[in-house]
């Protein structure tokens, strides 16, 4: 059972910068993807950016240019640079992993399942 604990969030103007970081313990898939989710209050959860075991990382249309995940993150720790926040950028911030487990609950994204998810961070844009 993996579990993932962020931390980074904060309130910021626009135009500004966050880093949020997320630690997961421990993957055990030889392939594997995580990354980041965000949900605005009365908004569904969307996929905002990920990086699987193959280096491959995957951005939301909305962030492309504005947002990061360093390729040579570890295994266990990603994080997300965030630049030029808009004020439609504000949502709580889900990091996650994807598993391939059947009977996980999963929100698909970008050819991989994701049924693990950390607490959420808040990140507000004003």
């Known amino acids: 059972h993996v579990q993932l604990v962020e931390s980074g969030g904060g309130s910021v103007q626009a135009g500004g910068s966050l880093n949020l970081s997320c630690v997961g313990w421990p993957y055990t898939d030889i392939r594997y993807c995580t990354g980041w989710f965000r949900q605005a209050p009365g908004k569904e959860r969307e996929g905002v950016a990920t990086?699987?075991?193959?280096?491959?990382?995957k951005y939301a249309d909305s962030v492309k240019g504005r947002f990061v995940i360093p390729q040579d993150d570890a295994t266990n720790t990603i994080h997300l640079h965030m630049n030029s926040l808009k004020l439609e950028d504000a949502a709580m911030y889900y990091c996650a992993a994807a598993s391939s487990e059947p009977g996980l609950e999963v929100i698909r994204k970008w050819g991989w399942s994701f049924a693990y998810w950390g607490q959420g961070t808040q990140v507000t844009v004003s």
């Open positions: 990086i699987d075991s193959d280096g491959t990382v």
